[in-house]
C-alpha cells in the first residue's frame, strides 16, 4: 500500500501562483510514477501532469502546458506541482496518483489516490 497526502491548496487570485506537495509513505517512492489529476464539479477527472521515476520525464495537459511543473523529490518521497499564472478554469479538486514502474497519463490506470487538496481561483 502507498498512502498519498496532498497539500499546499487554497484560494488564490487569477495569475497567482501556488506549490502543491503530496507526500507518500509505505512503499519505495522512486519505484513509482506520479501524477496530478483534477476534478471540477460536475466534469471528469482529468489528467493534469506526470513524472516518471527518476523525475527525468515529465509530461503536461495542453491547457497547463508553460504555467505549471511537476518535480520530484525522491529522498522526501514527494512529488510537487508549482502552478503559476492561474486561471478561473483551473479551480478544481487536484490528486496526486501512484503507478508502480509507469506514469500513465490516464487516471484509471493508477494504482494509489490521495485525497485531494481545494485549489480555487478567482477572477
Known amino acids: 500500500q502507498v498512502q498519498l497526502v496532498e497539500s499546499g491548496g487554497g484560494l488564490v487570485q487569477a495569475g497567482g501562483s501556488l506549490r502543491l506537495s503530496c507526500a507518500a509513505s509505505?512503499?519505495?517512492?522512486?519505484?513509482?510514477?506520479m501524477g496530478w489529476f483534477r476534478q471540477a464539479p460536475g466534469k471528469e477527472r482529468e489528467f493534469v501532469a506526470t513524472?516518471?521515476?527518476?523525475?527525468?520525464?515529465?509530461t503536461y495537459a495542453d491547457s497547463v502546458k508553460g504555467r505549471f511543473t511537476i518535480s520530484r523529490d525522491n529522498a522526501k518521497s514527494r512529488v510537487y506541482l508549482q502552478m503559476s499564472g492561474l486561471k478561473p478554469e483551473d479551480t478544481a479538486v487536484y490528486y496526486c496518483?501512484?503507478?508502480?514502474?509507469?506514469?500513465?497519463?490516464?487516471?484509471?490506470?493508477?494504482?494509489?489516490w490521495g485525497q485531494g487538496t481545494q485549489v480555487t481561483v478567482s477572477s
Open positions: 496518483a501512484a503507478n508502480i514502474g509507469r506514469a500513465p497519463v490516464r487516471a484509471r490506470e493508477y494504482d494509489y
Open positions: 513524472i516518471n521515476t527518476s523525475g527525468g520525464t515529465t
Open positions: 509505505g512503499r519505495t517512492f522512486s519505484n513509482y510514477g
